[in-house]
């Protein structure tokens, strides 16, 4: 319905995981917090629970550990869900990329729907990426 | 009629108690207890339907003999119990005080009797006096009292199978059990319907003896230890007993008739009056008496629920409840009020600290007691009225709670409530009906809360003071809450399952009980107005007090001068906004999910998490209970010398 | 007045108080971003919110926080309507007391770390604000003459001269109903976080949304109750300014303090709070006030 999918866009809850990254992505994505982006004035708050987050950010390449984590905190996350993915590491295993604990990007284990590139990726790349990933929360369901 | 009905709720318990202790046979003995309910119960209700009241029966002086020489058995045999366990365990602070207080109370009631009373017996018209408020009382005793005693039938099964297993226990003690447990039901109605004050202590004592008998009835260490404490502070009421009755026959009065001196209440009666709230305030295990209450809970649940919540402790408060219009308006009345509220105040808070359920329900016991009390020193015809409701809500849903906490208990073999946690996964039925029990004492629209309300009313506007007593109230009320709703939320908390949990196995002589008696506060608080009108109103007007000035009942609201409780119409709309979401939602079993470990969870349906070293671990939850800061170590050091100064000042202000 | 009006400000009050909360809670995120040198969300945002939880995919940690969500919010509209029919001030207290109960109540069932700490650290809240409000009520009827809230309106004189001492305390009580820093320690609005989310961890999705439109209600009642204090007289409007101006002082005094311990919390509430009521019960029954 109309009124329920302009909701879903306007009030992305985001959960931000570090899957192995170095931080210099998370450093990015929470600057975005700050009052110099403010991405709440788009509705978007930094929630740290799976159940009440619409969006997952995850940084870092996954690695055998960490999968495992991963994947419980997307089960726990309720429909309709994003993923975006911030940095080369989560795309592809960025600098990481063959190493023997590393399984790759992000999409190894779990399904991405934005992939930002960028080492590390800008605030403005993944203000962006999360209003891309708003148009896949739009679209739930139809 | 009324000898007959008095014979049978008097002494046919007590004569059913003495056939009891010389069966052995579990299914006879049974049928005498139901037997014995059955009698109670109803000839307790044909009591409300013999015309006027007050009815006045004297038995003659055969009865009094036989409660003069009965007294002084009784005495002889606290002597006894006590010098034996002087001679077996040793020299202790409990023996030496039982035998310095039977002395005390013996001796001055002997002098009485035999020297200052005209002729022995002493013979006072009327003996017994049947009106409202005892009728109140032998019902609850009547109805309350037989249902727990039919419960400890099962109960005490289960009690004793499992002490054989244990290898505790050799051969059945139960003949004991049912014989004290029987005469006690019917001293009890003896002491609510007793007029003359010789006979008022001689139930009284009875009502000890059965505590100690039934404290000490698994005969542990600290059984015998909690026994003897009971009995010598109880014997501190007897002391307070035979004084005033000796103060009271060498008083301008010169009667020993208990509704003589309440309809005096000359000013010059207050040290004896004081002497009777004493035997009061030490029954009803108010501060610093608190210990032998705490202490009562080894006994087995029936006992606790029995003695401890719905029958001898109210003794206590019944007895200052009817002598409240002799002390209406003194300065003694204020201070039982302040008094009422420091106990109902420290009790709470020293409730949260708990971990053992039984030490929990004792604690709010001794708090809503302490409301009764607050009430009676209140001392308007509303406080009178809210502490008689609260004396009939409280024994209901109190009683209820110990016969659950022992049905669960029968089923975890634990009295924690650490192991509680989960059991309505468990046992839904037993859990749902505890957790609608403690809903009972704490919300709208239940009885208890009604009484809440109405005390908070009461006080309000009756002075200076009723700033204190209103400051004691509401922070009392707060902290009650909190500790009430910690145990239903670890009755509740369990990891997800799927679908409904399976119901357990129905036990009448548990379940059955206990679904009478929350049918029965369920049903008594939405007809409160009712309930007001045809035993509570009366009583007030029999004391003296106008029952129109208390409460006004129309469409069956309570209404009072300055507040109005539609009972009816806030029952219906909690109950829909409760039950509705119960019954009609349904977690369906996809949407059953685990909850959030930091994304660390093994897999739904364990409680397992993976930690240090990749290793399952079990997630262990637990309550909140302050114990370093709220526990009884940290505060009973001024908790003991708060009650005995406040006793002080009581008896300073009398004697002023 | 008569039946009907009071059944149809009840139905009003029913329908209109979330619009306000809601609209309130926004105006708070908005206000708050502009103190934080920010930009901030559209005023309608919760609205957004909620009808977007109303919308998500329920996930359930244990069925009794069904129950209890389901029974938060109508407790508490019960609450509202009682206040909204002019009945008992300590009875609408009462009820609004059991609705807020069911909230640490539905957290403590599910066994969870977090959801245990925050539903403990909830009732310790409620430990520290209920006294407050209940003794609140006190002054209030003995100034008007009685509990009933129509009592207010037929004593016909304002009750904040007589009574700010108690206006104060309540302000106290408000701060931690409201959940704003210092008193923010069980699970709080979006940019309070204590333990994951406290006693809301895990509620999720259309179960959140119902707790809070809860929390909507009951912060309009809270307002309500402070705007009695100026409802009659010629000045009524006053009580518009009141509360609003209550809760812009909440606003302010959340951005200036950070989250303190329960301890202090409890202290705090008892000691001011309680103190104050106590005063000015204490005044008015010795004829100063």
């Known amino acids: 319905m109309g009124i329920l999918s302009t909701a879903r866009m306007k009030s992305p809850w985001l959960l931000h995981f570090d899957c192995g990254s170095c931080n210099g992505c998370d450093i990015e994505i929470l600057a975005a917090l700050t009052p110099l982006y403010d991405i709440e004035r788009f509705g978007i708050v930094n929630m740290g629970n799976p159940k009440h987050a619409d969006v997952l950010l995850v940084t870092g390449p996954a690695n055998h550990r960490n999968y495992r984590v991963l994947r419980n905190l997307y089960d726990q996350m309720p429909d309709p869900k994003g993923v975006i993915v911030v940095g080369t590491c989560g795309c592809t295993g960025g600098v990481f990329h063959n190493c023997p604990n590393v399984l790759g990007g992000i999409d190894k284990v779990i399904p991405v729907d934005v992939y930002v590139p960028g080492c590390a990726a800008r605030p403005e790349a993944i203000i962006d990426a999360v209003v891309l990933a708003l148009g896949k929360l739009k679209a739930y369901g139809k | 009629m009324i000898d007959s009905l008095l014979g049978l709720s008097i002494f046919f318990p007590i004569i059913a108690g003495f056939i009891c202790l010389g069966i052995k046979n579990h299914k006879a003995r049974g049928s005498i207890v139901f037997l014995t309910a059955a009698v109670l119960i109803i000839s307790s209700i044909f009591y409300l339907r013999q015309g006027s009241f007050p009815i006045e029966h004297s038995p003659g002086p055969a009865g009094d003999w036989i409660i003069l020489v009965l007294n002084y058995v009784i005495l002889a045999y606290f002597l006894f119990v006590a010098i034996k366990d002087f001679a077996q365990r040793g020299i202790s602070r409990h023996n030496v005080l039982t035998i310095a207080l039977t002395l005390a109370a013996g001796i001055p009631l002997a002098i009485f009797e035999f020297s200052q009373a005209p002729h022995t017996p002493l013979e006072v018209a009327p003996t017994l006096y049947v009106d409202h408020l005892s009728t109140v009382m032998c019902l609850i005793v009547s109805i309350i009292g037989s ?64 505590c100690y008998g039934l404290i000490r009835h698994d005969e542990t260490p600290i059984a015998i230890t909690n026994a003897f404490r009971a009995l010598w502070m109880c014997l501190i009421g007897s002391v307070g007993f035979s004084l005033a009755i000796m103060f009271l026959w060498n008083s301008p009065l010169n009667t020993i008739s208990l509704a003589a001196v309440i309809e005096s209440g000359a000013p010059v009666l207050l040290l004896p009056i004081a002497l009777l709230c004493l035997a009061g305030l030490t029954k009803a295990a108010q501060v610093p008496f608190q210990s032998w209450l705490l202490g009562a809970m080894v006994a087995p649940t029936p006992v606790s629920a029995l003695l401890h919540s719905s029958t001898m402790v109210n003794a206590g408060v019944y007895l200052v409840l009817r002598i409240a219009p002799a002390f209406q308006g003194t300065h003694l009345s204020t201070l039982i009020a302040i ?136 922070l009392g009320s707060g902290a009650t809450t909190v500790f009430w709703a910690k145990w239903i939320g670890r009755f509740l908390c369990h990891s997800p399952i799927p679908g409904r949990a399976k119901r357990e196995p129905f036990i009448p002589l548990y379940h059955g009980i206990l679904l009478i008696l929350i049918g029965c506060a369920v049903v008594f608080s939405i007809l409160i107005a009712p309930v007001y009108n045809g035993v509570i109103a009366p009583s007030l007007t029999e004391a003296g007090y106008n029952a129109a000035s208390a409460f006004t009942t129309s469409a069956w609201f309570l209404k009072s001068s300055i507040g109005i409780f539609a009972a009816w119409p806030i029952f219906i709309i909690i109950a829909l906004a409760l039950l509705i979401p119960l019954l009609a939602t349904k977690a369906k079993p996809e949407e059953s999910h685990a909850s959030y470990m930091c994304g660390e969870n093994v897999e739904i349906g364990t409680d397992e998490f993976v930690a240090v070293a990749d290793e399952r671990t079990e997630l262990k939850t637990g309550g909140f209970y302050i114990e370093n800061m709220l526990g009884e170590g940290n505060l009973n050091r001024f908790v003991v010398p708060i009650g005995v100064v406040l006793l002080v000042i009581l008896f300073v202000l009398v004697v002023i | 007045m008569s039946t009907g009006w009071l059944i149809g400000s009840a139905v009003i009050a029913v329908i209109v108080a979330p619009l306000i909360g809601g609209l309130l809670r926004g105006i708070d995120r908005k206000l708050t971003a502009h103190m934080q040198g920010r930009i901030g969300p559209p005023i309608i945002q919760p609205f957004y919110d909620v009808i977007k939880l109303l919308g998500k995919k329920p996930m359930v940690a244990g069925g009794a926080q069904l129950v209890f969500a389901y029974a938060f919010l109508a407790l508490i509209i019960t609450a509202v309507v009682f206040f909204a029919l002019r009945q008992d001030l300590l009875v609408v207290l009462f009820i609004l007391f059991f609705g807020s109960l069911c909230l640490p109540i539905g957290a403590l069932s599910v066994k969870s770390p977090y959801s245990q700490f925050g539903g403990h650290r909830e009732l310790l809240q409620f430990l520290a604000y209920e006294p407050i409000l209940l003794l609140a009520a006190i002054p209030i009827a003995l100034k008007a003459g009685g509990f009933p809230i129509a009592n207010i309106f037929e004593y016909g004189q304002p009750l904040l001269p007589n009574l700010w001492i108690t206006f104060i305390a309540l302000l106290i009580a408000l701060a931690i109903v409201m959940r704003k820093s210092p008193f923010d320690i069980s699970g709080s609005e979006h940019a309070h976080q204590e333990l994951v989310r406290g006693v809301i961890t895990e509620y999720s999705g259309p179960y959140l949304a119902l707790i809070e439109i809860g929390h909507w209600y009951e912060m309009v009642l809270l307002l309500s109750i402070l705007g009695l204090f100026w409802v009659v007289g010629s000045l009524w409007w006053l009580s518009i300014i009141i509360a609003l101006g209550s809760w812009f002082i909440m606003l302010i005094v959340d951005n200036i303090t950070t989250r303190l311990t329960w301890s202090w919390m409890l202290k705090f509430a008892w000691g001011a709070g309680i103190t104050l009521v106590a005063l000015n019960i204490l005044f008015i029954n010795l004829g100063w006030m």
């Open chain 2, 147 to 210: 249902l727990i005693a039919v419960y400890a039938i099962r109960y005490m099964k289960d009690h004793e199978e499992h002490r054989m297993h244990l290898g505790e226990l050799k051969e059945t003690t139960q003949p004991r059990f049912f014989f004290f447990m029987l005469i006690f039901l019917g001293a009890m109605n003896g002491l609510v319907f007793a007029n003359n004050l010789i006979w008022l202590a001689f139930f009284w004592e009875v009502t000890t003896l059965a």
């Open chain 2, 339 to 474: 008094y009422g509220g420091a106990v109902f105040l420290i009790t709470a808070i020293l409730a949260i600290s708990q971990s053992e359920g039984k030490k929990v329900l004792a604690y709010s016991t001794i708090g809503n007691l302490g409301l009764i009390i607050l009430c009676a020193g209140i001392n308007t015809s509303l406080a009178i009225a809210v502490g008689i409701m609260l004396l009939i809500f409280h024994a209901i849903s109190k009683g209820l709670l110990f016969l659950c906490a022992g049905a669960i208990e029968h089923h975890i073999w634990s009295r924690d409530i650490e192991d509680m946690e989960g059991t309505a996964t468990k046992f839904p039925v037993l859990t749902g009906i505890t957790i609608a029990a403690m809903f009972s004492m704490l919300v709208a629209p239940f009885g208890v809360l009604i009484t809440k309300w109405g005390a908070m009313e009461a006080a309000t506007g009756i002075g200076v003071w009723s700033t204190l007593v209103l400051v004691l109230l509401m």
